[in-house]
């Protein structure tokens, strides 16, 4: 057992220089990110801080709180039911957009087939042209097939340009996974069905959360097609807000904000639900880095 | 998928280009249910090719495969049913390994307790059950490759195809897992087509060896007629004839030939083809003894390899031909020996007999 | 063609029953803040005539996207909303793209209503597609913070002066999206003594030329009035353009601080306004029948007195004989203690006007986007 | 051996067309396809035959008749709308390349593991849920001249008058950022992690150093991504409308094309007219993003990890 | 970078933990310059960790490395200057061939003309010249693994961390591909770090061979060493001493031992370990010769399996140990022959010897 170790000085205890020292670049990204964060705050805070104050003519400050604003416009606009509206609206869209989408921007990351350039310029449109153009007929369709006026309608008429979205924002992310892997689970049997709800779901979490959320914000902020595809009680919070802002006549300015933070806290509560379910960094290298 | 058992695989004339050039060319290959065929052939011939074709997992250029005269060229890989080892393991990175071994029972809906218990085994035999719960990314290359095997194994398919499956495990765990796949090929009555770099691993294996070079066949045999009958001169130099003495010949008789420049005697062989006015010979550098005999000549040793009880001898005759042999007395750089090798060991080549490539293309 | 009804199918008068079939659901659809001064008025009628509506469901949005979404619906024959609250603008574009029925065929079942004179004037601007609701003279008033604002212009002259001593104090909104921006806009050419107050694009020589010359010393125009307000309120503004309900509204809903001042400039008219309500083309027979009796009972008096509010349209009630003291409770406090009573003088007082076409709007708001707002790019 | 030569033909076409690309991989484009004719085709040539109908007794028909192209000559012959895509280039493109380049590198930084993560990342993409109202009401009343931002100033002594940050090119700019910039990160946080970390590890190990590495490696991997992530946010730029009107100066420096698109669909109710400057803004776009995604084409697409 | 060479690398009680598992268990290694060092080991036995600890990929849990005298452990990679080929290769997918290959080149600003001429010569040396402009998905996994170590060998770096280099190549170029490797190291004066599970590599190869399990050292020594001396039963094991026979000791003498149970005289060996009761024999099948001598015991012959000029048996003695051997002479299944062993040949631990484990954790 000589050979097992050799003399050698006792090992030295003293740690080894870690290069814990952040470089120039590291200083300059997060005093980005920490400057980007504090104007955040004020713009946020601004709003948020007058949507609870009474009156506020200059000065740090509103002289005095209430809640009052907040009371009204949920009367008003009979909050509760747009709010479920809104929710449900979002939730289908973004879950048929990305059973659409996903599918789609598969075959276009996996295939070059004649055509293929025709399809994107097909894709791209509904994202590129305003919906104004296509906003009326689009409706009209809609109304002719007694979809429209109800949730469907806003549901079909936002899918429009959601599904260009996902099929657009998912393409790199199936470019990125290795075909083999798929090839494997293929020899194991597995059908394309379950090759993307087993083996590409789980490795495209983090891009379909992004273009999951993606498509939530622009569907729950999508007032065109939203506004002329709702009926009465299929109206989302966005028609609500923009009338509070672009309607004639006169609001408070407090009923206003206190609109847009409950529009933004819908909107937070389901994007931190979604951040709390999948961590938008791919499992895989989460697992690579461990090391 | 079928899970019984294969009666006759045929590729027929199968063909696969890649930009115009053939990793495939007219493979014609009859593999009967239960036989263990091993692919051979330099990096690059297309024996990787040749598997995914047969996976379905490439289409076709051209040709056809059957499988119990029924096509299967069309078919998609998954209805084919085979199962297959990857060169490069393809483990799903997001299942710890025993998701990923389990993988295939759930697709096929095997009962839940069957399925574990399956999983469970396939584990032992890989000798994984220790990192059963750990993810692909925090494995050893060795032991992702023992769970790429496992995967396959696991599903009993009629037909198992495996890209070099042991490439990345030590030689004691190779030869247990070389023994395990040989039984389950055995007691399952699979089929297996096998991709192997290792010789001693196709010789050991198989029970019908393809050789390949730039996508073309070269030969198909059993392990025994390869070894000691290469067909020509490239099978002759991957199967271990390591010494490829190009020389003039001297005389031709009707099996052996006797070629100048090694020797007083000149250099006997067996003749493999016709001959022109050079041949090669070849010789594996185990054939040469060191000692007097049959083609006997003296050599100056230049490199001494550590083999453990052998030694691998790089000798030069003085003519200047450079020997590769094989001793187990100790020989040290700068000494004479006399070397020989037995007549039929020497096996004779005409020179424009396909060479072993230097460059694969 | 965008400027047809669709497949809209109109019912005849004759075919419309004096009271539905069925009671109905009625979607009303608000584009002009309207139902702030109505809604209690539908309330009530709901609540009193069950047999005629059995529900109300309301809808607010904004004028612009209606008729695209009324045409959508015309289009596929699938008309579902019941009564749209409008102001002039939405008024006239469905005007204009025939998407209103007609109510003057009904002239008869909803009685004529005892219009105030310049109210019967905006009336007119129906053409017979609708009927006005509430009015008001709206403006074009001068607000300003006394404090820093001792003396307030008198004259048009004035204030270009003021502003010019002030620079970046004097403030209003841009016309396409502000009440009183537009007030102010379309008041200017009688202030000044334009040569055809109703064509901004040839009659308005003097208006524009005085908007380019106080623009210099215009910081900005926001593009919302109320921002306007809150920089009266911050003292980032000294002085802007208002009309009588947005200096009463928001004083009295502490936007702005009560102590403001209001004046008029000399050679004052008002530019009225009003809202309106309008059925669109392809309703029902038994939804159109609801309308006119909800429209006619919005018009009685006492329905009237509701649109006092609380101040947000002022006065409000388009008909004769409202007063005040009819109005609720609330809405008396409220002017009690945010009216101004030099408004009902100046109401008497200056000659009203009533406020461009759509059409005519348009054009000017096009020319002062150009030459005003846009101008500073140009020169 | 008979009966296979019988169907050879057929599964050799199968071959061939598989070898184009061509097999039943793009039968799951229908769902999307299907979608995108029924939905939105339709519409869309109407949308675009109608901006070849100039409305009578529009301004277009009155200056260059009522030929298919009289709208599309109104809008290139009055500068005031023409000006308009400059303008909107002018905010869109820097506002998204401004997005896009600032994301990667603090993506970039956000890859490796180190505590609250999450949490940072989560707060980096909140101002994404804000919408633009709320963006723009804080801007205006944060960034405004009595807004706390100029107190600060002021207070500090850094201005003597409130700097004028909202009702400009500067306002519309900043609400294109703060609600584009997680859009982006997320995108490119997201693509970020798709590349298999042991290639930049390879890249050390050849002496590049972490810039060196970055630009030869990960950004190579990345730009795929990247260049949709700059499509996308370049769209969501150049279709600003709210913002150009609540937080710029829409008369004038932010009088973008969709303020006239808006101005002519919905103040003269000219739909033809709103029609074609959709169309000409979507053809701006289409420039755009096809010389992006041209460049895409030309860049390696494929598996950013695993062996091989 | 240094481009210069090293004199001396000091591994001290390196150690690295994976979620509280060590892969690396305190390595205390001192590496010469120009030294040729092979790691070696059961698959998942820590090779890569130290190697990749080494190179500055995975920050140490615990202990130092230094170069020269100087502490390196804090350093990135990229400033450590070493070269690596990666088990898994990890080329960039971006880039060419010969992009590849030219990347560490371009990095260290060498100058266009020279580089050139460089990757042209690493090509050449990995036989990819015809496939430099392809792109690493369109290569064969030999080809892909030539072209990782074309990649670090073109830097010619002080030191290259080589992990199982040619697992994916064929006899013959392997063959190949080892004897330009060590011409490369002895040219430059590189020092190198070479994981392998090829003994014949290890062996032929390496000056030294550090032999590790479960991230602990087992034995450092020179081939020779090692092979015939094997520190434990678990080096012995895993260096092809594959009959490891438990058996009664009988008797016990200063330098040799006696076992019970095979032969009718027993087996004479080596006495390696202090010994207890039971005792486990070690010895390698091709240390068996068929026939009468030392250690005479007669077997039945169970499994043959051809291997070419051999083959490899597996026989059981009549009181039921297994034995493996290795004959020359035609064999089948059913045959009773004699085979003997020299007693220096046959290695005796103590049975509590750390064993080969079956199960590597
Ligand atoms: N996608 C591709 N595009 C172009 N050429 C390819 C592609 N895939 C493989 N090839 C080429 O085809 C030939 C055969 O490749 P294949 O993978 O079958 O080789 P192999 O026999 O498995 O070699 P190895 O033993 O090195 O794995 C190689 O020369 C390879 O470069
Ligand atoms: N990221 C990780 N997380 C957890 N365990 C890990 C990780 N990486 C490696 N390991 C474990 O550490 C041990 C040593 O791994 P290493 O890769 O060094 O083995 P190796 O000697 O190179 O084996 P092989 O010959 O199979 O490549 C293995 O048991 C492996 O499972
Ligand atoms: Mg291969
Ligand atoms: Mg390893």
Redesign the interface.
């Known amino acids: 057992m000589t050979t097992l170790t050799e003399a050698r000085p006792p090992v030295t205890e003293e740690k080894a220089p870690r290069r814990v020292a952040l470089r120039p670049g590291a200083w300059v990204v997060w005093g980005a990110v920490v400057f980007f964060l504090l104007i955040l705050v004020g713009i946020v805070g601004a709003v948020v801080v007058n949507s609870f104050g009474k009156k506020w003519f200059g000065g740090w400050l509103p002289k005095g709180w209430t809640t009052h604003w907040y009371g009204a416009t949920w009367k008003e606009f009979d909050l509760g039911s747009v709010l479920t509206v809104t929710l449900e609206v979002a939730i289908a869209v973004v879950v048929v957009s990305v059973i659409v989408g996903v599918p789609a921007a598969y075959a276009l990351a996996r295939r070059n087939f004649p055509g293929k350039r025709v399809l994107m310029v097909a894709f791209l449109l509904p994202i590129l042209i305003p919906p104004i153009t296509y906003g009326v007929p689009l409706a009209t369709v809609l109304y002719k097939f007694h979809l429209a006026g109800k949730l469907s309608g806003v549901i079909l008429a936002n899918l429009v340009p959601a599904v260009p979205f996902v099929i657009l924002v998912m393409t790199p992310f199936i470019e990125q996974i290795d075909p083999k892997i798929e090839a494997a689970a293929r020899m194991c049997g597995a059908k394309t069905w379950v090759i993307f709800t087993r083996i590409l779901g789980p490795l495209l979490i983090p891009g379909m959360l992004a273009a999951a959320i993606l498509v939530l914000v622009r569907t729950v902020g999508m007032f065109e097609l939203t506004f002329l595809t709702a009926g009465a009680d299929s109206q989302t919070l966005v028609v609500a807000l923009y009338y509070s802002v672009s309607a004639a006549g006169i609001r408070a300015q407090q009923e206003i904000d206190a609109m847009a933070v409950i529009y933004t806290l819908s909107m937070l509560v389901l994007l931190v639900v979604a951040l709390r379910f999948v961590n938008p960094t791919q499992l895989v290298t989460q697992i690579k880095e461990r090391d | 998928?079928s899970q019984t058992k294969i009666s006759e695989l045929r590729l027929?004339h199968v063909t696969r280009e890649?930009g115009g050039v053939r990793a495939l060319d007219g493979l014609d290959l009859t593999i009967t249910g239960g036989e263990f065929v091993a692919l051979?052939?330099?990096?690059?011939c297309g024996?990787?090719?040749a598997l995914?074709c047969l996976?379905?997992?490439l289409?076709?250029?051209?040709g056809?495969i059957?499988l119990d005269?029924r096509?299967i060229?069309?078919l998609?890989?998954?209805q084919r049913?085979?199962?297959?080892v990857?060169?490069?393991?393809?483990?799903?990175?997001?299942m710890s390994v025993r998701g990923n071994i389990g993988?295939?029972l759930r697709?096929?809906k095997v009962p839940k307790a069957d399925a574990r218990r399956r999983v469970e085994d396939a584990l032992n035999l890989v000798?994984l059950?220790?990192?059963a719960d750990k993810?692909?990314?925090?494995?050893?290359?060795?032991?992702q490759q023992?769970v790429a095997i496992a995967?396959?194994i696991v599903?009993e398919p009629p037909l198992v195809l495996m890209?070099?499956p042991l490439?990345?495990?030590?030689?004691?765990?190779?030869?247990e897992m070389r023994t395990e796949i040989k039984r389950i090929h055995q007691t399952l009555g699979l089929t297996t087509v096998y991709v192997t770099?290792?010789?001693?691993e196709a010789?050991?294996l198989a029970d019908r060896l393809v050789l390949l070079r730039e996508g073309r066949v070269q030969q198909i045999g059993s392990?025994?007629h390869v070894?000691t009958e290469p067909a020509n001169r490239f099978v002759a130099?991957?199967m271990?004839y390591?010494n490829e003495l190009e020389l003039p010949v001297k005389q031709v008789n009707e099996k052996t030939v006797v070629l100048d420049g090694l020797g007083d005697g000149g250099l006997t062989g067996v003749r493999r083809d016709d001959l022109g006015g050079r041949a090669v010979a070849a010789i594996?550098p185990?054939?040469f003894t060191v000692g007097t005999g049959p083609n006997a000549t003296e050599v100056a040793v230049e490199v001494v390899?550590?083999?453990?009880?052998e030694q691998?001898i790089q000798a030069r005759t003085d003519d200047g031909v450079e020997l590769h042999l094989r001793a187990g007395t100790r020989l040290a750089p700068g000494d004479r020996v006399t070397v020989s090798v037995p007549p039929e060991r020497v096996l004779v080549f005409a020179a424009e007999s396909p060479a072993?490539p230097?460059?694969?293309? | 063609s965008p400027n047809s009804g669709g497949g809209a199918k109109d019912v005849t008068p004759d075919k419309v029953p004096d009271n539905p079939k069925n009671p109905v659901t009625l979607n009303i659809i608000d584009v002009a803040g309207n139902l702030q001064l109505t809604q209690g008025m539908i309330d009530e009628f709901v609540k009193a005539h069950s047999k005629v509506i059995k529900k109300v469901t309301y809808t607010k949005a904004t004028a612009p996207e209606l008729p695209g979404k009324i045409k959508a619906q015309q289009s596929a024959g699938q008309v579902q909303i019941g009564l749209v609250l409008t102001g002039t603008d939405g008024l006239s574009a469905g005007i204009d793209q025939n998407l209103w029925v007609k109510t003057d065929d009904y002239s008869s079942r909803i009685g004529n209503p005892n219009y105030q004179a310049p109210a019967a004037k905006m009336q007119e601007l129906a053409q017979g597609h609708g009927m006005e609701l509430v009015y008001s003279p709206a403006g074009p008033l001068i607000e300003y913070n006394p404090q820093k604002v001792p003396n307030p212009p008198t004259t048009t002259q004035e204030l270009l002066a003021w502003a010019k001593a002030h620079p970046k104090k004097f403030q209003y909104a841009r016309p396409a999206n502000s009440g009183p921006g537009r007030t102010f806009l379309m008041g200017l050419p009688y202030l000044l003594g334009d040569s055809n107050p109703k064509d901004p694009k040839t009659g308005w020589t003097k208006t524009w030329s005085y908007l380019q010359d106080l623009g210099k010393y215009v910081d900005y125009y926001p593009s919302k009035t109320s921002e306007t307000m809150t920089n009266l309120a911050n003292g980032s503004a000294d002085m802007i353009a208002t009309m009588t309900g947005w200096d009463i509204n928001p004083r009295a809903l502490g936007q702005v601080p009560p102590g403001v001042k209001v004046t008029y400039l000399k050679g004052m008219h008002w530019v009225t306004d009003a809202q309106y309500a309008v059925i669109p083309r392809g309703v029902s027979a038994d939804v159109v029948s609801a309308d006119i009796q909800l429209i006619k009972w919005m018009l009685t008096p006492q329905q009237q007195a509701k649109a006092y509010d609380t101040g947000y349209f002022y006065p409000g009630p388009a008909v004769n004989g409202v007063t005040v003291s009819m109005a609720p409770q609330k809405s008396q406090q409220v002017i009690q203690q945010f009216g101004r009573p030099e408004y009902d003088r100046w109401i008497s007082q200056f000659p009203m006007e009533t406020s461009l076409p759509a059409e005519q709007q348009t054009a000017a708001f096009d020319q002062w986007d150009r030459t005003v707002g846009g101008g500073k790019v140009h020169k | 051996m008979a009966s296979s030569a019988v169907v050879r033909p057929r599964i050799a076409l199968r071959h061939r067309l598989a070898e184009r690309g061509v097999d039943r991989t793009l039968l799951l484009l229908l769902p999307a396809v299907v979608f995108v004719v029924a939905l939105f085709i339709y519409p869309f040539v109407y949308g675009l035959q109608l901006s070849f109908q100039p409305q009578p007794g529009s301004e277009a028909v009155s200056r260059y008749g009522s030929g298919p192209f009289a709208d599309y000559r109104n809008f290139f012959g009055d500068a005031y709308l023409r000006d308009t895509i400059w303008t909107t280039l002018k905010i869109g493109l820097p506002a998204a390349l401004f997005n896009v380049l600032a994301s990667v590198p603090i993506a970039y930084r956000m890859r490796g593991r180190f505590r609250g993560k999450r949490t940072v990342t989560t707060i980096l993409v909140v101002p994404i849920t804000l919408g633009t109202v709320l963006t723009a009401e804080g801007l205006l009343a944060f960034m405004g001249p009595t807004g706390w931002l100029n107190r600060i100033l002021l207070d500090i002594g850094i201005v003597d008058h409130p700097v004028r940050l909202t009702h400009n090119y500067w306002g519309v700019v900043f609400s294109l950022v703060i609600t584009g910039f997680p859009f982006a990160f997320l995108l490119t946080l997201s693509y970020l992690t798709g590349i298999d970390p042991t290639l930049e590890r390879a890249a050390a190990t050849l002496g590049a150093g972490w810039w060196q590495r970055f630009r030869t490696i990960t950004l190579p991997l990345l730009a795929p991504g990247l260049a949709i992530t700059f499509c996308l946010s370049f769209v969501l730029a150049f279709s600003v409308f709210p913002s150009a009107i609540m937080v710029g100066e829409p008369a004038r420096q932010t009088r973008v094309i969709s303020i006239a698109a808006f101005h002519a669909a919905f103040e003269q109710y000219d739909y033809s007219m709103a029609s074609a400057i959709a169309m000409i803004m979507g053809a701006v776009e289409l420039i755009v993003i096809g010389l992006v995604l041209g460049w895409r084409a030309r860049l390696y697409r494929g598996a950013t990890g695993g062996k091989g």
């Open positions: 998928m027929d890649f051979l052939g330099p990096s690059g024996k990787s090719t995914n996976a379905g997992l289409p076709l250029t051209g056809a059957s005269d096509r060229d069309g998609p890989p998954e049913g085979f199962g297959m990857f060169q490069n393991y393809a483990l799903f990175p997001h993988f295939g697709m096929a000798q059950t220790d990192h993810f692909p990314g925090q494995l050893s290359g060795g032991q023992r995967r396959a599903m890209d070099e490439s990345n495990l030590d030689a004691k765990l190779r030869l770099h290792d010789q001693e010789l050991s392990p025994e070894y130099g991957f271990g390591r594996r185990e054939d390899e550590y083999q453990g009880r691998a072993a230097e460059e694969v293309a």
